[in-house]
């Protein structure tokens, strides 16, 4: 392959860069006229009313808004780590030698990933109440978003370990290392790298799906949100509301891209391979066994 060329597309030139150019100024400027147009909207249909924001002084609301962003966080956080955990046992399954577990593994994976996440968040809440027994919501909240998001990371688990070339793996196996040390010192030191983007992309999905939360009464964000506009006193202000809400799921999503970016570059400066491994040979038994340098 030539050096102007990469897999997908030939380099462009310079008409086509001037080209892409003007298209990316002609985008840039019709979503500034779009977001214009809304605040413009919302200017003349009174949204920016003093009377629609005085509420947000209050220390009450201030008050249900940190509870509305603390149980956010709460599913999130807990459906995040069972989640995470979720997908490594099933990548873990997914990649096995063995059918007995591969395929078990792969079904409910599948299975998962095609179900919307709303109608298992229904179905944990409301199938309960069929047979007389409850859950609490959070739960109901939690285990939607585990099964949905840990199957999604399954497979972002497995197609990482599964990118990186077949050699490493087989350099492993040749000297004498078993499959899952070559898992944990080989591929996976190499795999997380191309892998964190992707995850902290679900992760960040998965924050934002806890908003589905308040459709079974859980008291998140949107929730309180829902609540704060629905008061008469202030002019029903739904829009106001819901920009702050939007304003906070924004500013967590930032500090989530923030600290994958900081361990990105944490991890740019490690060692781009797994370490050394020799074979020690014990002087007992002659038997070999392998040994990280």
Request: charged content about 15%; some cysteine; hydrophobic content about 50%.
């Amino acid at each position: 392959m030539s050096g102007g060329s990469t897999v997908l597309y030939d380099v462009p030139g310079p008409r086509a860069r001037r080209r892409n150019a003007a298209i990316g100024l002609l985008a840039l400027a019709g979503i500034a006229a779009l977001v214009a147009f809304v605040i413009y909207r919302f200017n003349v249909t009174g949204q920016f009313e003093q009377r629609r924001w005085d509420q947000f002084q209050y220390s009450a609301v201030q008050r249900e808004l940190l509870s509305g962003l603390g149980a956010t966080l709460k599913a999130a956080g807990i459906a995040s780590v069972l989640a995470l955990l979720f997908g490594a046992v099933f990548a873990s399954a997914r990649l096995s030698d063995r059918w007995i577990l591969r395929a078990p593994a792969t079904f409910v994976v599948e299975l998962f990933r095609a179900i919307p996440l709303l109608i298992m968040i229904f179905f944990f809440y409301y199938g309960p109440l069929q047979y007389g027994w409850s859950i609490p919501n959070l739960w109901a909240l939690v285990l939607g978003l585990t099964l949905y998001n840990g199957s999604v990371l399954a497979e972002i688990f497995r197609a990482g370990i599964a990118a990186v070339p077949r050699g490493q793996a087989e350099a492993g196996y040749a000297t004498g290392l078993r499959k899952n040390q070559v898992l944990r010192l080989i591929l996976l030191p190499q795999a997380v790298r191309s892998m964190l983007p992707a995850i902290v992309s679900q992760l960040v999905v998965l924050l934002k799906d806890t908003a589905l939360g308040f459709i079974i009464t859980y008291p998140e964000l949107l929730y309180y949100g829902k609540q704060i506009g629905g008061r008469l006193a202030f002019g029903l202000p739904y829009v106001p509301a819901y920009l702050v809400v939007a304003a906070i799921y924004i500013a967590l999503c930032g500090a989530l891209s923030m600290l994958a970016y900081w361990l990105q570059k944490h991890l740019s400066r490690m060692p781009k391979t797994a370490a050394p491994v020799m074979l020690r040979t014990d002087k007992e038994t002659g038997a070999t066994a392998p040994t990280p340098l």
